[in-house]
């Protein structure tokens, strides 16, 4: 079974701060994705990362693909209110189920 | 990409009877899924959907408590049955896209 360490599971931010959420595991994945859900929401597609390596800009928001496709990180700058939500990463994919991470609750405060 | 609805979008309902949650996709798509969600946290697979065939549950998920229909390509169906206040929770469809999954807005259950 494959699975997928997220950390941290809570933060708590003044608007204008930067963070990291982090995505970590020890099986390789084909691709890993990135998800943001507001509440009463379903989760919503950020980015899919497929190349080891990878860098992919998003307005504020960086994601990054580990070289040994077994880890990534989403990177916010100068973070605001609207970016409060909860963050999912997920592996797998195309014909696998994919897994996912167990969420970051992000809360942007004016 | 793919457009979900689900209904109803919350509902409250009474220990021991069963509530059925709908699924509409605008495209006609292979495999669906069934997820729970406690809030803020993250989600837990139920069962895959294949059109056509008996759907696939994960450990711990029985169908005698959560059956499953599949009726065509675009539409599915899961019943919570004879529910109780552990049945509480966010139930969310979803369709596989092609490394990602696209998710409808979920449906808000509560059980007293």
């Known amino acids: 079974t494959q699975l997928l360490e997220q950390s941290p599971q809570f933060l708590s931010i003044q608007e204008g701060e930067n963070l990291t959420v982090y995505c970590n595991s020890s099986?390789?994945?084909?691709?890993l994705q990135w998800y943001r859900q507001e509440p009463g929401e379903g989760p919503v597609l950020l980015v899919t990362?497929?190349?080891?390596?990878e860098v992919k800009k998003l307005k504020r928001l960086t994601f990054q693909f580990g070289d040994a496709r077994k880890d990534s990180s989403l990177h916010i700058t100068a973070a605001q209110p609207g970016d409060t939500g909860l963050y999912l990463c997920?592996?797998?994919?195309?014909?696998?189920?994919?897994?996912f991470g167990r969420g970051t609750s992000l809360i942007v405060h004016p | 990409s793919a457009v979900i609805s689900q209904k109803p979008s919350r509902d409250i309902c009474q220990r021991g009877t069963s509530l059925t949650i709908q699924c509409q996709v605008d495209?006609?798509?292979?495999?669906m899924f069934w997820y729970r969600q406690q809030p803020g946290q993250s989600l837990t697979l139920i069962a895959t959907?294949?059109?056509?065939?008996?759907?696939?549950?994960e450990s711990g998920f029985v169908i005698d408590k959560f059956p499953i229909s599949r009726p065509n390509l675009t539409f599915s169906t899961l019943t919570v049955s004879n529910m109780s206040p552990e049945d509480s929770s966010i139930y969310l469809c979803?369709?596989?896209?092609?490394?990602?999954?696209?998710f409808g807005p979920g449906t808000r259950l509560t059980v007293t």
């Open positions: 099986s390789v994945f084909s691709s």
């Open positions: 990362v497929v190349t080891g390596g």
């Open positions: 997920a592996g797998g994919g195309g014909s696998y189920i994919p897994t």
């Open positions: 979803s369709v596989q896209g092609y490394y990602e999954q696209y």
């Open positions: 959907a294949n059109q056509g065939s008996e759907a696939t549950y």
């Open positions: 495209s006609q798509v292979t495999m």
